[in-house]
């Protein structure tokens, strides 16, 4: 299935403005969930204060804590996993567009300025991968930028603070290990998400 998908991909030309075209189209197809997602996130941050102080009041007793927070949240009409499960429905369409740009298919022949979409870091440190990897960190600095402003309404536990300033530059880690189209992919992919997030926090209610 994912041969016959990438060798479909590859059939257009411009392997490489496949993967992106490809990528857009997908995330375009999921932004409704994306949109409930950050309705959800919203919808939790506005109670923060209140489970804040269910926090300070049953903090050594976590049952009656959760009993609490569950109340809270359904007495505003609000899910404890609200942002969680339009996330969670996404992750096979992310599964079938990794296997298509890591499996060996007619897609991955194609090249980015002369290097092989197959190729990976290691085997060669073509100069494709640095310009990549310095778009990846880019793109991480931003989302990082924009994660920090969101802490500012919604506390974080500080060893979350730290998580949020790492796990974005992983991407970069991660381009490094796969071949040059995975690589592509995430670049799309992430810039994609930090756009769109920015974008409905800013118009949602």
């Known amino acids: 299935m994912f041969a016959d998908l990438g060798a479909a991909l590859a059939s257009l030309g411009m392997p490489a403005l496949a993967i992106v075209g490809f990528t857009i189209a997908v995330r375009l197809a999921l932004h409704?969930?994306?949109?409930?997602?950050?309705?959800?996130?919203?919808?939790?941050a506005k109670l923060a204060p209140e489970i804040q102080k269910l926090q300070k009041k049953y903090g050594k007793d976590l049952v009656r804590l959760s009993e609490e927070s569950q109340k809270v949240y359904r007495s505003?009409?609000?899910s404890m996993f609200a942002g969680m499960l339009p996330m969670l429905a996404t992750a096979p369409f992310f599964m079938v567009i990794y296997q298509v740009v890591t499996t060996p298919?007619?897609?991955?022949?194609?090249?980015?300025?002369?290097?092989?979409?197959g190729t990976h870091f290691t085997s060669g440190?073509?100069?494709?991968?640095?310009?990549?990897?310095g778009a990846l960190a880019v793109v991480a600095y931003l989302t990082v930028r924009w994660q920090r402003s969101q802490m500012t309404t919604a506390p974080t536990p500080g060893f979350m603070t730290g998580l949020v300033r790492v796990l974005p530059f992983g991407t970069i880690l991660v381009a490094a290990y796969l071949p040059l189209a995975a690589g592509l992919y995430l670049l799309t992919t992430t810039t994609w998400t930090i756009a769109e997030r920015a974008l409905l926090y800013r118009i949602l209610s």
């Open 32 to 44: 409704p969930l994306y949109r409930a997602a950050v309705r959800g996130e919203k919808a939790k």
């Open 105 to 117: 298919n007619p897609l991955l022949e194609g090249t980015l300025f002369g290097i092989s979409l």
């Open 76 to 78: 505003n009409g609000v």
């Open 125 to 133: 440190f073509a100069w494709v991968f640095f310009v990549l990897f």
